[in-house]
């Protein structure tokens, strides 16, 4: 992968982007090309590593596309066990009553 990331060592998790609306899913892509405008971000795919600097130079129709730089997550490829689950236990009633209150924020 280092190919592509021209000499970076280290990269911002995507997680910590403001404007984190833009992201791709965490299961599905190692990193991205990020905005900070609220625009969509460009996802990897999951043999891509790139550098903040390749992300600032992409371009579409010989303009460039106006990312800020490249994130990774850093909780990519790490899938949790059961046992490290911090379950609890809630009846049908509750839960009901948690939909119900998410849906009169709308």
């Known amino acids: ?3 592509f990331a021209f000499g970076q060592i280290e990269w911002p998790d995507c997680l910590t982007i403001p404007t984190f609306l833009g992201k791709c899913s965490i299961s599905d892509h190692p990193g991205e090309c990020h ?3 609220g625009r969509m971000w460009s ?3 999951d043999w891509e590593e790139t550098s ?4 600032q130079q992409m371009t579409l129709n010989d ?3 106006g990312f800020d730089g490249a994130c990774k997550y850093h909780d990519y490829g790490h899938v949790m066990r059961i046992a490290e689950a911090d379950w609890e236990e ?3 009633a509750e839960c009901k009553q948690m939909t119900l209150n998410d849906q009169s924020r709308l």
């Open 35 to 37: 905005r900070t405008d």
């Open 90 to 92: 809630t009846s049908n």
């Open 1 to 3: 992968m280092s190919d």
């Open 43 to 45: 996802c990897w795919v």
């Open 52 to 55: 903040n600097a390749k992300c």
């Open 63 to 65: 303009e460039i596309v």
